[in-house]
């Protein structure tokens, strides 16, 4: 493996050694280095330097500039308005740092991350016999791009599938099974649509004994009681509300082409055992307090509608512990026994409450410090296409897996119109990817914290920013290559370029810092923007410049070389959204 320094970080280093020399007591300073439209880069850092410093920019400037000397890597540098640097690099060393990438396989010349830790991602969390909605969806596919995101960086990842396994509602739904046996095939019998279509029967059936009928629900209270006290009838039969519900998560995971372990899986129920031990390591250290019989904590700056201050409830006063004292002995277990340097928590916003006062709780606490910090990446509201919250003409929420199915289904519709030597088979398969894809990547080029609209339409639109058009990109890319038959790509650094081949190749070399900081940030739309972007410069370069037609050999060879890296730089950067690249499509 070799790391390439892009062009960007080596003209930086090259500009803020010339501005030390010229200015030895500004000591390290920042140039500021941008990309720019009049040259490839514009630095305007010399000008506030100079100001602060009480000297001259256009001087400063004209100093460093005469300190630069790199001319296998500036073709030209000038002093422009009140002290601006306007930097243009050479088409030689564009083309020299794209071919060290494309000679660093999948990592195409990225660098590991400088600090490289622990990251504990708790996302795709659905609840037990339940189905799964489009909230679910959310947090399954920002989730899984974060994590290949950050693999890629170098960190360490550790899934954490919160699932809803614990509570009440299991008192009713097993004494029910109880008195109505035979309600559930055995999880190994059915598929993941059965399965829910079983427990909803359950769900439903016995949330409509319940209702009607007092002695059921004493006997269902009694069931709770059974259940936290680790009676095995009990939890023998909790636990095939849990495989069957397993089934259905794996089917839609499946569905969502993305890999789930089973081990990662790690419900609200797994840290029963440490539930009364996190609650009394909270009550002696004074962080939480008995309060009309419960066990809370208190926050200055939480306060209600009638600014009585908003508790976090570790322990009712029935003694039952809750979903908040199952996230702190998360947090526990998170950080004393996996090791963890960060926990992030891919929720919807409307928890953030929630996760500011358990987070609070668990810095008071220690659990949480300056070694080992917290995020909630709180995301939108998933919006119909009429800005209203998603629901089916009918009002119900819809169910996710129809959602899906609608989207591969129109993802067939397009993909059919534009085949032509593709075989039913194929066509299938591509709908998936195609569907699926578009699915994710409306999700993910939006800012997470945004609501977002839902729109089919949009979605497999061939024009405009979406991972159709990524993925027409990268398969015409692929066809262009098979056409060129024996003819293969190979760089030419001796050649001049165009402008549509600079930008394409400077935006090319920008990869890596992109998934860097689009990985620090938790902020996959930044790397879908930029794949967005490498599309359309791929498409003006394509438009300007002819491929296998252009005039000399060499010059074949070396589009050949640009379309292969651009493909190669698309496959990487989609499937650390998460998103397949057909080959053909
Ligand atoms: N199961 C929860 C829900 O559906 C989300 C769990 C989020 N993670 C957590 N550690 N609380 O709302």
């Known amino acids: 493996m ?17 501005l030390s020399a010229a200015l030895p ?12 439209d009049r040259a490839d880069f514009q630095a305007n850092g010399i000008l506030a330097l100079a100001k602060k410093l009480k000297g001259n920019p256009r001087e400063l400037a004209t100093q460093v500039v005469s300190g630069i000397t790199a001319p296998e890597l500036i073709k030209d540098i000038e002093v422009s308005g009140p002290g601006f640097l306007n930097i243009t690099v050479t088409d030689e060393a564009i083309t020299r740092n794209l071919a060290a990438r494309a000679a660093d396989g999948e990592r195409l010349g990225v660098p590991y991350a400088e600090n490289r830790g622990t990251t504990v991602i708790d996302y795709a969390q659905p609840n037990v016999a339940k189905e799964m909605h489009v909230g679910h969806l959310r947090s399954a596919v920002i989730g899984d791009a974060l994590r290949h995101m950050l693999d890629f960086t170098g960190e360490k990842t550790i899934g954490r599938h919160h699932i809803g396994d614990w509570g009440t509602q299991f008192g009713m739904l097993i004494q029910y099974l109880i008195e109505n046996p035979g309600r559930l095939a055995p999880a190994d019998e059915v598929d993941g649509e059965q399965a829910m279509s079983n427990l909803n029967r359950v769900y439903k059936a016995s949330r409509a004994v319940f209702d009607a009928d007092e002695e059921f629900k004493e006997r269902a209270r009694k069931r709770v009681v059974a259940l936290q006290s680790g009676d095995k009838e009990t939890l023998d039969l909790w636990q095939r509300f849990v495989d069957e519900s397993k089934v259905y998560f794996f089917s839609v995971f499946e569905k969502l082409d993305m890999e789930v372990r089973d081990e990662e899986i790690v419900g609200e129920s797994a840290y029963n055992d440490m539930m009364a031990e996190t609650a009394r390591l909270l009550e002696e250290s004074g962080v939480a307090v008995r309060s009309e019989g419960a066990l809370v904590v208190f926050f200055d700056d939480i306060k209600g509608k009638d600014d009585k201050p908003v508790p976090l409830i570790v322990q009712k006063a029935d003694g039952g512990f809750g979903y908040a004292a199952s ?25 953030s409450l929630h996760f500011k006062m358990v987070f609070e709780a668990a810095r008071r606490m220690g659990w949480l410090n300056d070694e080992v910090t917290a995020h909630n990446m709180g995301y939108g509201t998933v919006l119909g296409a009429d800005g209203k919250p998603f629901k089916t003409r009918e009002g119900e929420t819809v169910r996710l897996e129809d959602l899906l199915d609608e989207a591969v289904q129109r993802a067939a519709e397009v993909v059919r119109e534009k085949a032509r030597d593709l075989t039913e088979e194929e066509i299938q398969e591509r709908a998936f990817q195609v569907g699926i894809g578009a699915v994710k990547y409306a999700d993910l080029s939006t800012s997470a914290n945004r609501d977002y609209k839902f729109d089919l339409d949009q979605m497999v639109s061939l024009n405009g920013d979406t991972s159709v058009y990524l993925q027409y990109a990268y398969a015409r890319i692929q066809s262009i290559l098979r056409k060129a038959g024996e003819v293969r790509p190979a760089a030419h650094p001796e050649l001049a370029l165009d402008a549509a081949e600079r930008a394409l190749g400077l935006h090319l070399d920008a990869f890596g810092a992109t998934v860097t900081e689009a990985a620090g940030e938790y902020a996959p739309h930044k790397l879908a923007a930029y794949l967005y972007q490498l599309a359309s410069l791929y498409t003006s370069f394509y438009d300007k410049c002819p491929v296998l037609k252009a005039d000399t050999p060499a010059q074949v060879e070396n589009r050949l070389f640009l379309c292969d890296i651009t493909a190669r730089t698309l496959h990487q950067g989609m499937a650390l959204l998460g998103i397949r690249t057909p080959e053909r499509l």
Request: charged share 20%.
């Open 2 to 18: 070799a790391p390439v320094t892009s062009l960007t970080a080596s003209v930086h280093q090259r500009l803020a050694d010339a």
């Open 25 to 36: 007591e500004a000591g390290a300073a920042d140039p500021l280095l941008r990309r720019s």
């Open 327 to 351: 996230d702190l002995s998360a947090i526990r277990n998170r950080v004393v026994d996996l090791h963890s340097t960060t926990l992030l928590y891919v929720v919807d916003v409307r928890q």
